[in-house]
């Protein structure tokens, strides 16, 4: 069982970055693959990007690569976006999730994980 906690949404203009920050609650974050997945108004929930439980293995949606970075700190129980180069076609609320995982593995199906954070609003203005 693990709680998530998103954070770090806000308001920003084309071409401005963004740090989401996603906290996570207990003592067996490092057994927990992590992912980010965003929806915007109108549109199905989508795959953002996915780390594996020691960090080294991510993976990321084509429309976000290059300008987006997850990133965890298995010590301090804490998943990261790092946001560059947004767009307006970025806003979405952005969700953290979580699921029991083997150490190598990356999901990028909602339906893979289990446990969700309540989701942080990003806005990005022309």
């Known amino acids: 069982q693990v709680q998530l906690v998103d954070s770090g949404g806000g308001l920003v203009q084309a071409g401005g970055s963004l740090r989401l920050v996603c906290a996570a609650s207990?003592?067996?974050?490092?057994?927990?693959?992590m992912g980010w997945f965003r929806q915007a108004p109108g549109k199905e929930r989508e795959f953002v990007a996915a780390i594996n439980r020691g960090g080294g293995i991510t993976r990321y949606a084509d429309s976000v690569k290059g300008r987006f970075t997850i990133s965890r700190d298995n010590a301090e129980n804490t998943v990261y976006l790092r946001m560059n180069s947004l767009k307006p076609e970025d806003t979405a609320v952005y969700y953290c999730a979580a699921v029991r995982a083997e150490y190598y593995n990356v999901y990028a199906t909602g339906r893979s994980y289990d446990y969700w954070g309540q989701g942080t609003q990003v806005t990005v203005s022309s």
């Open positions: 207990g003592r067996t974050f490092s057994s927990y693959a």
